[in-house]
């Protein structure tokens, strides 16, 4: 006689894995009521469906944040669809994997897929399983952790998309969760000019280099095609001479005339360039992208009107109290 799951089973099996209720009763009748080899089916149809759908982009998901007397942690699970990221079965899991990163004091992303929930399912293989359940492709893709004390944990909006984590080196509760806002709001690639990763100091000033050149080639265009007598808002672009010659605001000959000009003042200009000033220029940017990109150094953005840099409010709520650390992640990846 087939064996066919009794409600009791179907129950159990569900609670374990998670898995849908057609799922676990398919699963059960397949393995004769033997649940090891049942949940060894799920997570087979799981990794089956993770592995079809394995170069869809996983663009949506759940971000959590909590913190524990000494440690903090936040986790992002991400998947394809928000209708999956909200349900509460999805959110669950990434709390389960949380909590259990917590415990264990995790300190690297490939550690939190290998532990144990307290199902007692490894972390990734949960993550499969519920892959096979929603249809949908999901992964573990992102880990933080901060540890000691003084720590404040935010989750932007409460929305479990954005989180963030900032410690300071004394307890103040009101001043660290107002510059976890700060990171959530304004995005700081680092806490300080010396801790930006030199890579991208020298690629920001090679930007800024190659820009102050271009400005100062277009501005030396623009002042002899003026000086010609041809208006250089007509000829700035292709485009727009082609566009221009049509309206009748342009003739062909000064079209060409322009060209010839943006061309001989243009490669005059490079090879005549003010090297000095350019790089005094392209430092003054690099000062200018420290100040909007380091943290302490950004504008503080919950204050009391006044403009003054994070690092000078918080010195005004203590005069010894500054960042130790922070974190921040997002599933918009900016």
Not at 171 to 195: C, G, T
Not at 203 to 230: C, F, L, S
Not at 242 to 254: F, M, P, R, V, Y
Not at 300 to 323: M, P, R, Y
Request: hydrophobic share 40%.
């Amino acid at each position: 006689m087939a064996y066919k799951p009794n409600m009791e089973d179907i129950k159990k099996l569900r609670t374990m894995t998670g898995a849908g209720l057609a799922d676990v009763k398919n699963a059960l009748t397949e393995a004769e009521g033997d649940f090891d080899k049942a949940k060894d089916l799920l997570r087979e149809r799981g990794l089956a469906i993770a592995a079809k759908r394995s170069d869809r982009e996983t663009s949506n998901g759940c971000v959590l944040v909590k913190k524990v007397d000494g440690f903090a942690a936040m986790v992002a699970v991400k998947c394809e669809t928000d209708f999956v990221a909200n349900g509460a079965d999805f959110i669950a899991m990434t709390e389960s994997i949380l909590d259990a990163a917590i415990a264990a004091r995790a300190k690297t992303l490939e550690e939190v897929k290998t532990l144990k929930l307290a199902n007692g399912e490894v972390a990734e293989d949960t993550v499969t399983q519920r892959s096979g359940i929603t249809g949908e492709k999901m992964e573990i893709d992102g880990y933080n952790f901060l540890e000691g004390s003084n720590i404040s944990v935010y989750d932007h909006m409460g929305r479990h998309t954005l989180a963030t984590m900032v410690q300071l080196n004394q307890d103040n509760e009101d001043a660290a969760h107002k510059v976890a806002m700060q990171v959530a709001a304004m995005k700081p690639i680092a806490l300080n000019e010396a801790s930006v990763p030199q890579e991208v100091k020298d690629e920001e000033y090679k930007v800024a280099v190659e820009k102050t050149k271009e400005e100062q080639i277009e501005k030396a265009v623009v002042a002899a095609i003026n000086k010609a007598g041809i208006n250089a808002n007509l000829v700035d672009s292709e485009d727009h001479i082609e566009s221009n010659i049509a309206k009748g605001w342009l003739t062909a000959e000064q079209a060409e005339q322009a060209r010839k000009i943006r061309a001989e003042v243009a490669a005059d200009k490079a090879a005549n360039m003010p090297m000095q000033m350019i790089e005094n220029i392209a430092k003054g940017r690099l000062a200018k992208f420290f100040k909007e990109s380091c943290l302490v150094d950004q504008e503080f953005q919950f204050g009391d009107g006044d403009k003054i840099n994070v690092a000078d409010w918080l010195k005004q709520q203590n005069k010894e109290l500054h960042i130790v650390d922070y974190k921040r992640f997002t599933l918009a990846g900016e």
